[in-house]
């Protein structure tokens, strides 16, 4: 996983027919602001987010938009 900044996210995704944006903000974070066409899936979810993450088509590319650092590993 890498941080990418808003300019390299736009061109990246652009250039990547093969994948979807997944959002892991919580709900009242997405009620501020949706991302059209976004995969919303709560990280805060506990084991139906873990189940979710399961179910994904494995041969996409996933771009993950979260509000904080506070979500992302090194």
């Given at each position: 996983m890498i941080e990418l900044s808003?300019?390299?996210?736009?061109?990246?995704?652009e250039a990547d027919s093969e994948s979807v944006i997944m959002d892991v903000r919580t709900q009242e974070e997405v009620e501020e602001?949706?991302?059209?066409?976004?995969?919303?899936?709560?990280?805060?979810?506990?084991?139906k987010f873990i189940s979710s993450l399961e179910k994904l088509d494995k041969s996409l590319g996933y771009y993950v938009y979260c509000s904080c650092l506070l979500?992302?590993?090194?």
């Open positions: 808003q300019k390299d996210w736009s061109s990246q995704l602001g949706m991302i059209p066409e976004a995969l919303h899936m709560d990280i805060y979810n506990g084991q979500y992302t590993s090194d």
